[in-house]
Each structure stands twice: as structure tokens, then as C-alpha cells.
């Protein structure tokens, strides 16, 4: 029985540990959000994708989203092709605007002078570009999102406490043939096997974020966002019947690729985006970047959001410092001039620009 006891009592330590964390990770946010988070501002406007939607992109899908983002304002500009294959083209004379518009045009240039990479290709490499990176480095420095290292914690907390919260109930079965559950003892002993059973759910469901959270300051911004574009819809419906109009936002966000619709696309993904070809080049991209192995999730980690978030975070994501949970230490990311590694596809070379058609 002190053997018993004794695994008992480890069952409500790791749960007591795994609710200190999470508690901790979102205080932490809390205290690193600096001052009021402000809305994005949804005037009409035309160009790149400004540096505050694509932050709201990494708050909701990670650093797909943000390229995908990036690439539905270039696409709508004309400084950026896709064909109905899934190939991209630069073409002549188009140039980058933005510091992520740019990694995408040096993630086109690894594919090689003269050649037209897929989406899919194109997308794994511009995750990894240090341009891409820093979005999400300075959300966690500034407690709007949470780092790689403390979603790789939380995919595998919750794990363990999916085993802690259905372990204990073949235990008690086992344990009520072997001993009369009648007798006080046994009965305290089945009744804290249950208790740490229900516990474990509880932190799992209420304490622990799941790895796709958003931190609180991210979920007011998200808010915020929503309420700002709902009184923007109109009363009758501008775009053709087959347009799907995005839940939360309202109708006028799904109607072409201005700046309210590059707001839907960061918060609710390539579904929002009323240009049938383009929704479907970068759903499908979305869906071939995820990883394929929950084995390999489990090890690794993910961005662990909807479907259309975008692409693991098993490289190309931010990180922790050594001293803070920051996000340099563990990026996972390369610096300009380095290389990527095998799981990213290709190295991080310096040319810019993109090939001929």
C-alpha cells in the first residue's frame, strides 16, 4: 500500500506542476504586455501587408500564416504569380516593400535562376527566414505571443495529463478486485485515485494552454479586431453567392483582397479569402506544410492551431533565451547567410529577387 500511495502522491505532483506552469507562462505574458493593446486599424487602404496584420497572422496561425498573408497582398499587387499548378512567379520588375514580402522573394531565389518553386516549397522556406522570425520574437518580447519553447511544453503537458486523467480508472478497477473497497482505507485510497483523475482533466481543460493558445493580451487584441470590423458589414451581400464569408468578421472583410480582407485571412485563414483560385492554392498549401506524423509532433511540437494554421514549428519559430524564455536561444530559425538544415528544405542564402518567368 506505501508503494501505492506513494505513486499517488507523484500523480498530483506532476498535475500540481504542469498547472504551476501554465499559470506562470500566462502571468508572464501578462506582465511582458506593455500598455493597451490597440485594435488593427481597418481603414481601406491598398499595398503591403502592414507589419500589425501580419502579427495578428502569427498570433492565429504561427509563421504560415504570416507568409501566406504576405503572399495574398503580393498576389493582389501583381508583384507575385501562382499558377493554377501551385507555381510561383515573380515578375520582372517587381520588387519587396516589406521586410516579409523580401524573405519570400529570397525563398523564391534558393529554387534556383529560372525556376518557378510550388507554394508549398515556397512557404516551408520563407517560414525560416530571419524576417519572419522577428515578428514572433517580438510578440513573445512584448506578451502577445506565446515562444516555441513554451508551446513544445504545452503539447507535451497535456499529454501527460491526457494519461494522468484516464490511468487512474483502470487502476481503481484493479485495485477494487484485489481489496475490499467496502473498507474505509481502501475506500479513501479509490476515492484519491478518482479525485487525481478528475484533477489531471481539469488542468488539462482550464490551467494548461493548449499549443495553438493565444496569450491573454492576444486574445483582446482578437477582440478588439472583431468588434472594430463587424459595424463595417454590409446589409446586402457584395460578393457572389459562392464567396464564403468569414464567421467572426463580417461580409465585407471576404470581399476582395483589401486591407479588411488581409485581416480575415490573419484571423481566420485561407477559408476567408473570397478569390476562389487564390483560397484554394493556399489552403492546400496550408495543408501540405502541416507535419505528417503525430509521433513526430509529440518529440517536436507544432503551431497546434485550426487546420489552416500553417506549418510546424519544428523549424522557423521563436524561441527562449537562455535567461527568460525570450526568443533568440531556441529559434530553431537561421540567421541570414546560414543554413537551414535538412527539415527546412534549403539554406538560407543571401541573393534576393526574383527568377524569369
Known amino acids: 500500500m506505501s508503494i501505492a500511495y506513494l505513486c499517488l502522491a507523484a500523480f498530483w505532483l506532476v498535475t500540481a506542476a504542469w498547472a504551476a506552469y501554465g499559470t506562470a507562462a500566462r502571468a508572464k505574458a501578462v506582465r511582458a504586455q506593455a500598455g493597451t493593446t490597440e485594435p488593427v486599424p481597418l481603414e481601406k487602404e491598398t499595398g503591403p501587408a502592414p507589419l500589425h496584420i501580419l502579427e495578428l497572422a502569427w498570433m492565429h496561425g504561427g509563421p504560415g500564416r504570416v507568409v501566406d498573408t504576405a503572399v495574398a497582398a503580393m498576389h493582389r499587387d501583381g508583384t507575385l504569380r501562382i499558377t493554377r499548378k501551385g507555381k510561383v512567379h515573380l515578375p520582372?520588375?517587381?520588387?519587396?516593400?516589406?521586410?516579409?514580402?523580401?524573405?519570400?522573394?529570397?525563398?523564391?531565389?534558393?529554387?534556383?535562376?529560372?525556376?518557378?518553386p510550388s507554394m508549398t516549397a515556397l512557404r516551408a522556406r520563407a517560414t525560416a527566414r530571419p524576417e519572419v522570425l522577428a515578428i514572433g520574437d517580438d510578440l513573445a518580447r512584448r506578451g502577445l505571443s506565446y515562444t516555441r519553447r513554451q508551446r513544445k511544453r504545452f503539447l507535451f503537458?497535456?499529454?501527460?495529463?491526457?494519461?494522468?486523467?484516464?490511468?487512474?480508472?483502470?487502476?481503481?478497477?484493479?485495485?477494487?478486485?484485489?481489496?475490499?473497497?467496502?473498507?474505509?482505507?481502501?475506500?479513501?485510497?479509490?476515492?484519491?485515485?478518482?479525485?487525481?483523475?478528475?484533477?489531471?482533466?481539469?488542468?488539462?481543460?482550464?490551467?494548461?494552454?493548449?499549443?495553438?493558445?493565444?496569450?491573454?493580451g492576444a486574445q483582446e487584441l482578437e477582440r478588439r479586431t472583431r468588434q472594430e470590423a463587424a459595424p463595417t458589414a454590409p446589409t446586402t451581400p457584395t460578393t457572389p453567392t459562392t464567396t464564403p464569408v468569414t464567421a467572426g468578421v463580417g461580409a465585407s472583410v471576404a470581399a476582395g483582397l483589401g486591407l479588411s480582407a488581409l485581416v480575415a485571412l490573419a484571423l481566420d485563414g485561407a477559408e476567408s479569402v473570397a478569390d476562389e483560385e487564390l483560397r484554394e492554392q493556399l489552403a492546400a498549401t496550408a495543408e501540405g506544410s502541416t507535419t505528417g506524423s503525430?509521433?513526430?509532433?509529440?518529440?517536436?511540437?507544432?503551431?497546434?492551431?485550426?487546420?489552416?494554421?500553417?506549418?510546424?514549428?519544428?523549424?522557423?519559430?521563436?524561441?527562449?533565451?537562455?535567461?527568460?524564455?525570450?526568443?533568440?536561444?531556441?529559434?530553431?530559425?537561421?540567421?541570414?547567410?546560414?543554413?537551414?538544415?535538412?527539415?527546412?528544405?534549403s539554406s538560407c542564402g543571401s541573393s534576393c529577387g526574383g527568377s524569369s518567368d
Open 92 to 116: 520582372h520588375g517587381s520588387w519587396a516593400r516589406t521586410d516579409v514580402e523580401n524573405a519570400v522573394r529570397r525563398a523564391h531565389a534558393e529554387a534556383g535562376r529560372g525556376t518557378s
Open 157 to 216: 503537458g497535456r499529454r501527460v495529463l491526457w494519461l494522468l486523467r484516464w490511468l487512474p480508472l483502470p487502476w481503481i478497477v484493479l485495485f477494487g478486485i484485489d481489496h475490499y473497497l467496502l473498507k474505509v482505507g481502501n475506500l479513501l485510497f479509490a476515492v484519491l485515485l478518482a479525485l487525481s483523475a478528475y484533477a489531471a482533466h481539469r488542468v488539462r481543460a482550464r490551467v494548461l494552454p493548449p499549443p495553438g493558445a493565444l496569450t491573454p
Open 294 to 345: 503525430a509521433l513526430a509532433d509529440f518529440f517536436t511540437g507544432g503551431w497546434g492551431g485550426d487546420a489552416s494554421s500553417g506549418t510546424s514549428w519544428s523549424c522557423g519559430s521563436s524561441g527562449d533565451s537562455s535567461s527568460s524564455d525570450s526568443n533568440s536561444g531556441d529559434s530553431g530559425g537561421c540567421s541570414s547567410g546560414s543554413s537551414c538544415g535538412s527539415s527546412c528544405g
